[in-house]
């Protein structure tokens, strides 16, 4: 099972409900840290930073974008971990953590068509961030 939403949307699930039987992965801006009740509700966690940006001409701050690294991560934990239910989380739960949810369906049904129609069904406003 996969589940995807906003940090502020994971926040009141996991305050409802218990989460510690599934892993997540938490996504969010490099100066951000996971907020403490994410922290403490999962079995295992894997801590992604990088930001949300498409178009980076014109940024006066320094942004960090997602790395083949990262997609690595996400394939390897994903790997460690398929056994197990998954909760992904950014932000927003639109962009960041809709492409990680894309990788892990495609992963699970190793069909683009197939992982993009689950997605959909998951989480309906889903935009992946096409950097992934």
Known sequence: MLEIYSERELIEKVSDENYLDKVCISIGDPDKSIHEIIQKSFKKILRLEFHDEYNLEGYKRDIKVPQKEDIQKII?????????????????????????????????????????????????????NLRM
């Open 76 to 128: 390897d934990f994903y790997n460690n971990n398929k056994t197990e239910d998954f909760v992904i989380h950014c932000h927003a739960g639109v962009s960041r953590s809709t492409a990680t949810g894309l990788i892990i369906l495609y992963l699970m049904h190793n069909s683009i068509d197939a992982a993009g129609k689950e997605l959909k069904k998951i989480r309906f406003q889903a935009m992946p």
